[in-house]
Every structure is written in structure tokens, then in C-alpha cells.
């Protein structure tokens, strides 16, 4: 019997890579999910704020790929606090009361941004958001933590480095978190498909970059997941046409926006 998917966001450049690459492979019955519904695509329509639509959407899932988000630029109190928290939290209620039985969270890098370069992060070490945004990524991930703890839904936070539109980096930093589009799915497919005995499972989601920030190598025998892309293979063509590579490396491996921000020192 085929697993029942439902991806949230799916018009977005995560959610939209995620819902082709698991339709091709034809092992998942999918409903995308999006607040812009598309008839074309294949994509229905979900405010995630609105509680009785996921109750409806989320019966009979198995798994739901939560990619659905409310950028920064929005407003903050009015919009991205209503979709980022408000939504998750009506999300993992529905899947609650739906038994759904894992919920793969798509998270941030973010989430621990404010990490030095020099910092080896283990995705179990304390959360050091750089943004409001890497801020709600954490929540959520908690979040889980306490549907997985309380509930029993199973919840797993793939912190997503650097996922480009066009499926290649363009910095030197990204170039290290890049996670291409067809590893992006084998690591989701990897999740759908990890033991049910694991409950809450934190982790970074990149390609097999060159200077990668993350050790990611347990994660092949810990789920499977073996990626086949190189995000150095794309930072040597830019190198040699240096119009194709931005700038935007810094001390924090949350990126160089952060440099003006001067972060207080411990102490």
C-alpha cells in the first residue's frame, strides 16, 4: 500500500521540487498543498491558518512535508507569526487528531545561523537563531519535539542549507550548504521512510559539498540518505567567471548579513 503525502507550500521552490520529484517516482500517492491553488499543477488550495481545512486535508496521511512559510519581509505580527506559528501549530493539532504518523518539518540552517565558522554544530547542540526567521524555525522544531514526546507523531527538522531556484549555488558559502533538487527528494523520501521507532530526529539537509559547515555522513547509515551532488563542482565554474559568484561569506555560517549586525560577545 502506498504511503499518503501531503506536501504544504507546494508552489514554492522547495515545496514544488519535492511534489515533482516525489510524483515521479511514483511510490507516494501526493496532495500538494498551497495557499495559491493551481488546477494545472496538480496543487490544491490551503491557508494554513484555517484548522478545519488541515483537519480535512490530513485524513488518511501517512506523512506531511511541511514546507508552507511566511517570509521575513512580510509583516511580522500580522502575517508571518499567523502562517509560521499559528499554521504549525494547527498542523501537528490535525495531524494529532488524524494519526498521522510523521510530520518532515522543512527547516533552516537559520535555526542555528549565529554559529561561527570555525564551530563544529552538531544538530543537537542549542539553537542560535540569526533572524525572527531562523527564530520561528526553531519554535517549530520544538514544536515537534513536544507532538513527538506527548503524541507520538514523529517528527523530523531538516534544516536546509542553501536551495537555489535554478538548482545550482552561487557563493562560496553556498556552495558548502547547497542541497540540490534531487537530493533535497531523496533526503524527504529517506524521512517518509525511516523506522517508525524514531520519534524526533533534528538534522541538516546539504548536498555532499566540498568545506561543507555539517557533518552529514552518519546520516547514510542512520536513514539511508547518500547524496550524489557536489556544490564545489559549481563553485570552481564560478570561480573562473567571477560575475557568477556573489559575495557573501563571513564569520557566521548564518551568511554575511549578519557581519552588521555585531552580535554581542559572550560574557
Given at each position: 500500500m502506498r504511503r499518503k503525502v501531503l506536501i504544504t507550500g507546494a508552489a514554492g521552490k522547495v515545496g514544488g521540487c519535492l511534489v515533482d520529484g516525489l510524483?515521479?517516482?511514483?511510490?507516494?500517492?501526493?496532495?500538494?498543498?498551497?495557499?495559491?491553488?493551481?488546477?494545472?499543477?496538480?496543487?490544491?488550495?490551503?491557508?494554513?491558518t484555517d484548522a478545519?481545512?488541515?483537519?480535512?486535508?490530513?485524513?488518511?496521511?501517512?506523512?506531511?512535508?511541511h514546507c508552507a512559510w511566511m517570509k521575513d519581509e512580510e509583516d511580522f505580527l500580522g502575517k508571518v507569526l499567523p502562517v509560521n506559528v499559528t499554521g504549525a501549530y494547527h498542523l501537528y493539532e490535525a495531524a494529532r487528531l488524524n494519526g498521522v504518523r510523521r510530520i518532515v518539518f522543512?527547516?533552516?540552517?537559520?535555526?542555528?545561523?549565529?554559529?561561527?565558522?570555525?564551530?563544529?554544530?552538531?544538530?543537537t547542540d542549542p539553537y542560535r537563531p540569526d533572524s525572527f526567521y531562523g527564530l520561528s524555525k526553531c519554535y517549530i522544531e520544538l514544536l515537534g519535539r513536544l507532538y513527538a514526546d506527548t503524541y507520538g507523531v514523529s517528527s523530523f527538522n531538516v534544516r536546509i542549507g542553501n536551495f537555489a531556484g535554478d538548482n545550482r549555488p552561487h557563493s562560496q558559502r553556498a556552495a558548502r550548504i547547497w542541497i540540490s533538487c534531487r537530493d533535497l527528494v531523496r533526503l524527504v523520501e529517506c524521512c517518509i521512510e525511516a523506522d517508525d521507532h524514531m520519534k524526533f530526529l533534528p538534522l541538516y539537509g546539504t548536498s555532499a559539498n566540498e568545506g561543507n559547515y555539517y557533518d552529514i555522513g552518519y546520516l547514510k547509515p542512520l536513514i539511508g540518505y547518500d547524496p550524489r551532488d557536489n556544490g564545489g563542482v559549481w563553485l570552481h565554474e564560478a570561480e573562473a567567471n567571477e560575475h557568477l559568484l556573489k559575495q557573501d561569506e563571513s564569520e557566521y555560517q548564518g551568511g554575511s548579513s549578519l557581519n552588521k549586525r555585531q552580535p554581542a560577545e559572550p560574557g
Open positions: 510524483r515521479v517516482n511514483g511510490r507516494y500517492d501526493v496532495i500538494a498543498a498551497d495557499l495559491r491553488g493551481d488546477a494545472e499543477r496538480g496543487i490544491t488550495m490551503l491557508d494554513v478545519a481545512r488541515l483537519k480535512e486535508l490530513t485524513r488518511g496521511v501517512d506523512t506531511v512535508v522543512a527547516s533552516s540552517n537559520h535555526a542555528t545561523g549565529y554559529y561561527k565558522l570555525d564551530e563544529k554544530v552538531e544538530p
